[in-house]
T-cell receptor, first 115, second 116 residues
Framework: NAGVMQNPRHLVRRRGQEARLRCSPMKGHSHVYWYRQLPEEGLKFMVYLQKENIIDESGMPKERFSAEFPKEGPSILRIQQVVRGDSAAYFC?????????????FGPGTRLTVT | AQKITQTQPGMFVQEKEAVTLDCTYDTSDQSYGLFWYKQPSSGEMIFLIYQGSYDEQNATEGRYSLNFQKARKSANLVISASQLGDSAMYFCAMSPHTSGTYKYIFGTGTRLKVLA
């Protein structure tokens, strides 16, 4: 059973470009969480999605950031007009059932560098 | 406010000795989960151990044990017989059961260095 997959693993963007980060949850998982880890810090919750629904986006910056989890395909975290402060590692985690909080499985992360 | 506090930015331990990494938490939820993750220099997040707020026994997973003191709101990680491969960042996390989202709240981490 493949784990949570994220791609790309490393992404370099110039200021003002768009970044698209993809997360394929584990098979059978319908819940996806996105977290951001700034350099030398812990992970911070961004958004929680189920298929076709955003459940909790309380950690998302109000501008430039959006997330989706379509019926088919991976979850996408989209950052428009990136700035240097967006440079971070972005992790997604998936869960089969929100009543099982111990079961959040993390992907390997995408390291975004904004030049 | 929901918060995780890890007060040790860095720790050293001699190989084969035990080490305790501190974690305190703050939540008004009665039901929550506590987790420890290891992040080696390669960057991935490796799940180590889980403790539920209603679990009466301290969790153990191989060389890892979680010293859960509910009244003190602490969830310290104990690593026995440290190995060189244990050198990494360690994060404590909490999942309060608020609003049904089960998002994790992470601490700032402790960098552990195991000395030969």
């Amino acid at each position: 059973n493949a784990g949570v997959m994220q791609n790309p693993r490393h992404l370099v963007r110039r200021r003002g470009q768009e970044a698209r980060l993809r997360c394929s949850p584990m098979k059978g998982h319908s819940h996806v969480y996105w977290y951001r880890q700034l350099p030398e810090e812990g992970l911070k919750f961004m958004v929680y999605l189920q298929k076709e629904n955003i459940i909790d986006e309380s950690g998302m910056p109000k501008e430039r950031f959006s997330a989706e989890f379509p019926k088919e395909g991976p979850s996408i975290l989209r950052i428009q007009q990136v700035v240097r402060g967006d440079s971070a590692a972005y992790f997604c985690a998936s869960s089969p059932n929100r009543d099982s909080p111990r079961e959040q499985y993390f992907g390997p992360g995408t390291r975004l560098t904004v030049t | 406010a929901q918060k995780i506090t890890q007060t040790q930015p860095g720790m050293f331990v001699q190989e084969k000795e035990a080490v305790t990494l501190d974690c305190t938490y703050d939540t008004s939820d009665q039901s929550y989960g506590l987790f420890w993750y290891k992040q080696p220099s390669s960057g991935e997040m490796i799940f180590l151990i889980y403790q539920g707020s209603y679990d009466e026994q301290n969790a153990t997973e191989g060389r890892y044990s979680l010293n859960f003191q509910k009244a003190r709101k602490s969830a310290n990680l104990v690593i026995s017989a440290s190995q060189l491969g244990d050198s990494a960042m360690y994060f404590c996390a909490m999942s309060p059961h608020t609003s049904g989202t089960y998002k994790y709240i992470f601490g700032t981490g402790t960098r552990l260095k195991v000395l030969a």
